[in-house]
């Protein structure tokens, strides 16, 4: 029986909330918003003919420290900190590194060439959820990749540019297009929706058991 593109979209949905810590994912955006927060801090003290270069620079830099750190904590055994590379964590089947997306500009993200052996990891992903091949039984799902998306397209007091959304997205694996795509407030309400859905199966009511009265000893007195 052929599936809905909604059913494969919630398996996907399902698969990435096996494999990825509810935690994990909330500690990933407050990583996000704590670095775009220090760094437009120390943008602002840059002379205004500078600032917009120099906040580019400085976001990576304190994000990229926040991002690593949050993978840390949560068990992602991430890549270490160098300069301007990627860093990249696992949790579960999903490789997970981080992008910055400037005023929802959206058409340079394929330069990086480690973003792109990233994506190409999804091509399994990409046959299962979404090609969905009716004549061939697509293979289980042993490894995938999502990014962080930090969407930039707000400005602060200072003219600083200001993260407004984070995002969790899974790339096609030529990078043209996204697999799946979702702002992380709203994708985190799924572990939510999980969690009621298996409640009532696993909640099994028993009665309570009550100890025969017995005299003469330290029991049912």
């Known amino acids: 029986m052929a599936t809905s593109p909604a059913d494969s979209i919630e398996a996907l949905e399902q698969l990435i909330v096996q494999n990825i810590p509810r935690d994990a994912l909330m500690a990933c955006e407050d990583a996000y918003h704590n670095g775009d927060a220090k760094a437009r801090t120390q943008a602002s003290g840059f002379a205004q003919g500078h600032r917009p270069s120099a906040v580019g620079s400085v976001k990576h830099f304190y994000i990229n420290e926040s991002f690593h750190e949050a993978l840390l904590a949560h068990g992602a055994d991430p890549t270490p900190l160098r300069g ?20 929802h500009q959206w058409v340079n993200l394929r330069r990086s060439a480690t973003r792109k052996k990233l994506a190409e990891i999804n091509q399994s992903i990409e046959r299962k959820y979404v090609q969905r091949d009716l004549f061939n039984e697509a293979s289980d799902t042993t490894a995938g990749t999502i990014f962080i998306l930090g969407v930039m397209d707000g400005v602060d007091a200072n003219g600083v540019a200001q993260l ?35 409640q009532p199966d696993n909640a099994k009511p028993k009665l309570k058991t009550q100890p025969k009265k017995q005299t003469g000893n330290d029991e049912g007195n």
């Not at 043209?176 to 999980?194: A, G, P, R």
Request: glycine share 6%.
């Open 164 to 198: 407004t959304q984070v995002k969790l997205a899974l790339p096609a694996a030529n990078m043209k297009s996204w697999l799946y795509m979702k702002s992380l407030t709203e994708f985190l309400s799924l572990y939510e929706q999980t969690n009621t859905a298996e």
């Open 84 to 103: 301007t590379r990627l860093v990249v964590g696992r949790w579960g089947i999903f490789h997970v590194a981080r992008l910055n997306v400037p005023g």
